[in-house]
Every structure is written in C-alpha cells, then in structure tokens.
T-cell receptor
Framework: DTAVSQTPKYLVTQMGNDKSIKCEQNLGHDTMYWYKQDSKKFLKIMFSYNNKELIINETVPNRFSPKSPDKAHLNLHINSLELGDSAVYFC????????????FGSGTRLTVV | TQLLEQSPQFLSIQEGENLTVYCNSSSVFSSLQWYRQEPGEGPVLLVT?????EVKKLKRLTFQFGDARKDSSLHITAAQPGDTGLYLCAGNTGNQFYFGTGTSLTVIP
C-alpha cells in the first residue's frame, strides 16, 4: 500500500488553464504539505496544513490554493497556469511538525506549455 | 542565499570509494534530517539527528550532527551503484523545516 499517493504523475497543460493535483495519505498523520521542486532540485515549502491551521508560504502566488476535504487528503488547485509554474510538486505528510520525518509522495511533474 | 548549503553539489565516484557530503548553516537547528531521492520519486527519510555531536550509522552510511547543531555530515563507506541519488539535508528551526541545496551523487560501477 502506498503511504502517500498523489495523482496525476505527469500533467501537461496550456498556459491559462486551471488544474488540480490530488494527494492522499493512509499513515494517520495529522499534518500534510505541498512542496515545489525546481529545476535545480531545490525543495521549497508551499503550504502546511493540519486540522487546526493552514500555513501559507507568503511567496506562493494566490493562484495556488490547497483544499483539504478531510485529514487524509490535501489537494492543490492552480488557477491561470503560467510557464514558470512548471516544476515537480510533492505532497508530504508527518506527525505534528515533522520532527520525526516527512513521508513524501512520488511527485507530479507539471509542464505548462 | 539558502539557509542550508550542501557541498559538493555534484559528486561522481567509482564503486568502492568513500565520500563525505556536508550540510552547513549559520543557524542552529533543533533537529536535522537526511533524505535520499531517486529519479522520479520523492525523498525518502534516512535518519534524524537531534543532539549536538550525535553520530548515527545506517549500514555503510554514517551521519553526524555538529556540536553546535549548525551543521551535519554524511559519510558513505565503499559506495555502491545503489547509493546513486540526490541527498538532501533538512533542518528544523523549531517551527519550520528548511531543505538543503542538495548533493547529486553518482556511483559508477
């Protein structure tokens, strides 16, 4: 069983479109995250979310919005996609603030053309 | 400038050689983690260190947390092709994790 699963694995879309990436975890973790990995392989946090609080990285454009229907799911919606949004997006989960470690999904490679 | 700088950025070695990867910062971390990421996959946690000076071993991998909790190192003995991947350190400042700049390791058979 996959601990953190995200879909789709690959996403190719045109500029201006709206798209969503889904994430589900079956680990019973209470915190979920979205990370963006750029072409230089640098991982940057976009959002962290638990039942109580959504923490947004202020550098993330408001075209990006996380939506969590329940504790096991955290989806990422992106409006008006731009070329610069092309990257690999990773979902992750942890107990609390992640002191004991994060479990990552296998990533979604988004290409905006 | 990134909070956690890793060196070297790229490393290509022959099978059987030893290597060390460094993760440095001017900030103090309450804990530090190392991950390995293979192509097309997400990072996988290798170890967490929490005490200054702490040393942990995972088979041929040895992890050390600096005494001042500002830096860490990963030493691999007798590297194998299966060790190939992107190695990432990640430090916890108490309220947020920061990932390092990454070290891409290639072990040539």
């Amino acid at each position: 069983d996959t601990a953190v699963s995200q879909t789709p694995k690959y996403l190719v879309t045109q500029m201006g479109n709206d798209k969503s990436i889904k994430c589900e975890q079956n680990l019973g973790h209470d915190t979920m995250y979205w990370y963006k990995q750029d072409s230089k392989k640098f991982l940057k946090i976009m959002f962290s979310y638990n039942n109580k609080e959504l923490i947004i990285n202020e550098t993330v454009p408001n075209r990006f919005s996380p939506k969590s229907p329940d504790k096991a799911h955290l989806n990422l919606h992106i409006n008006s996609l731009e070329l610069g949004d092309s990257a690999v997006y990773f979902c992750a989960s942890s107990h609390g603030t992640g002191v004991t470690g994060y479990t990552f999904g296998s990533g979604t490679r988004l290409t905006v053309v | 400038t990134q909070l956690l700088e890793q060196s070297p950025q790229f490393l290509s070695i022959q099978e059987g050689e030893n290597l060390t990867v460094y993760c440095n910062s001017s900030s103090v971390f309450s804990s530090l983690q190392w991950y390995r990421q293979e192509p097309g996959e997400g990072p996988v946690l290798l170890v967490t260190v929490v005490t200054g000076g702490e040393v942990k071993k995972l088979k041929r991998l040895t992890f050390q947390f600096g005494d001042a909790r500002k830096d860490s190192s990963l030493h691999i003995t007798a590297a194998q092709p299966g060790d190939t991947g992107l190695y990432l350190c990640a430090g916890n400042t108490g309220n947020q994790f920061y990932f390092g700049t990454g070290t891409s390791l290639t072990v040539i058979p």
